[in-house]
């Protein structure tokens, strides 16, 4: 009779390891958004100030700060502001100021404005037009939050 009264003992103990995993999976997907967020997708648009850790992609209109580690403006994207970022790839269009370490704009893009980066690269058929301003050191820093 013991081994019978200790199996159910047994079997109560594992339980919780099991639950617990299945319990702290929807907060992983939770702290990932908030490290790699897509802003701003489709007709949508956004006028504010954007912070982020991680990387932000704007596929739609936005207008205001951006400061994150990476920012991408898609091809259907639009930003008009300010950006602080280690890595700028503009494929849409962007009209603004940037400090960047590395600014790539894609063939399709339309970009205006004071561009301040360490390295650049610029795809035949950009439009490019304003200041350019080159580093020799590390120019964007971090995200704080």
């Known amino acids: ?14 339980a919780p390891p099991v639950e617990q995993p ?10 990932q958004a908030q490290i790699k967020p897509t802003v701003s997708r489709g007709a949508g648009n956004f006028v504010g100030e954007m912070t982020s850790k991680g990387a932000l992609h704007i596929d ?11 920012v991408t403006v898609g091809t259907t994207g639009s930003l008009n502001g300010s950006v602080n970022c280690r ?10 100021n940037v400090i960047c370490d590395e600014l790539i704009i894609a ?7 004071s561009l301040t980066y360490r390295s650049i690269l610029v795809q ?9 301003v080159v580093v020799d050191g590390e120019c964007s820093s971090p995200p704080n939050h």
């Not at 063939?107 to 404005?113: F, K």
């Not at 035949?124 to 350019?132: D, K, L, T």
């Open 60 to 70: 739609g209109n936005a207008k205001g700060t951006v400061q994150a580690e990476s």
């Open 22 to 31: 299945a319990a702290s999976a929807p907060v992983l997907g939770v702290l």
């Open 1 to 14: 009779m013991m081994p019978q009264s200790q199996a159910p003992a047994a079997t109560q103990a594992a």
């Open 87 to 96: 890595k700028f790839h503009v494929r849409g269009n962007f009209t603004g």
């Open 107 to 113: 063939d399709e893009a339309n970009v205006e404005g």
């Open 124 to 132: 035949r058929g950009a439009r490019v037009a304003g200041e350019f």
